[in-house]
């Protein structure tokens, strides 16, 4: 079946260093989008991608689209506290159906 | 208002129990989803609802019966389940349920199967 695959699985980093997940998927993706989901939360949607190669930036945030559709990135510049959190990529494989990747956990390091 | 609201946020109940779960929002969404959490897992999509019928159904089991009275309320009734069943149940919606809609959570019931 579609899968989209997201590492590290975890990511422990000291409060202002920079934070990186990756976010693959088997198929083309018609869309990609990321959530964030706080401890005992639930997922809160960052952003959405669409076109090949395309780069978002939202302050200390960049997401990246891969050329194929097929990858993702998020990377985070400076990590706070309240960067803590799972994330999680999510796409579209042409239908109704969101497929959410495995997820990345970080946690930060006062 | 974007917020999708769900009751109860907790539920414990036995294996021979019947109980069902709540979602509401009222931003004029067309498009409601369950899905189901594990700890430490990615939401698994349960179902979806499309203008009030149902057009997605991820091969759940029939203990899970989802109903949409209307369009701003999502229903899951949940009768005899298994201790396995135990996660967090989100709720979302969309605006018509198309491929590049933002989907909105509320804050999940959490379930505990005995």
């Known amino acids: 079946g579609q899968q989209v695959m997201q590492i590290p699985q975890y990511q422990h980093v000291q409060e202002g260093e920079d934070f990186t997940t990756y976010c693959n998927s088997s198929?083309?993706?018609?869309?990609i989008q990321w959530y964030k989901q706080r401890p005992g939360g639930h997922p809160v949607f960052l952003i959405q991608?669409?076109?090949?190669?395309e780069v978002k930036k939202q302050k200390r945030l960049t997401f990246q689209f891969g050329e194929a559709k097929k990858n993702s990135s998020l990377h985070i510049t400076a990590t706070q506290t309240t960067d803590v959190g799972t994330y999680f990529c999510?796409?579209?494989?042409?239908?109704?159906?969101?497929?959410f990747g495995t997820g990345t956990r970080l946690t930060i390091i006062p | 208002d974007t917020e999708v609201t769900q009751t109860p946020k907790h539920l414990v109940m036995g294996m021979t129990n019947k109980k069902s779960l709540k979602c509401e929002q009222h931003?004029?969404?067309?498009?409601m989803y369950w899905y189901k959490q594990k700890a430490k897992k990615p939401p698994e999509l349960m179902f979806v609802?499309?203008?009030?019928?149902?057009?997605i159904n991820e091969s759940v089991p029939s203990r899970f019966s989802p109903e949409c009275p209307n369009s701003s309320l999502l229903n899951l009734h949940l009768h005899a389940l298994q201790p396995e069943d135990s996660a967090l149940y989100l709720c979302?919606?969309?605006?018509?349920?198309?491929?590049?809609?933002?989907?909105?959570f509320g804050p999940g019931t959490r379930l505990l199967v005995l």
């Open positions: 991608l669409v076109k090949s190669g």
């Open positions: 609802y499309s203008y009030e019928k149902l057009s």
């Open positions: 198929t083309t993706l018609s869309n």
């Open positions: 999510a796409g579209y494989f042409g239908n109704e159906k969101l497929t």
């Open positions: 931003m004029g969404h067309r498009a």
């Open positions: 979302a919606s969309s605006l018509q349920g198309g491929f590049q809609e933002t989907q909105y």
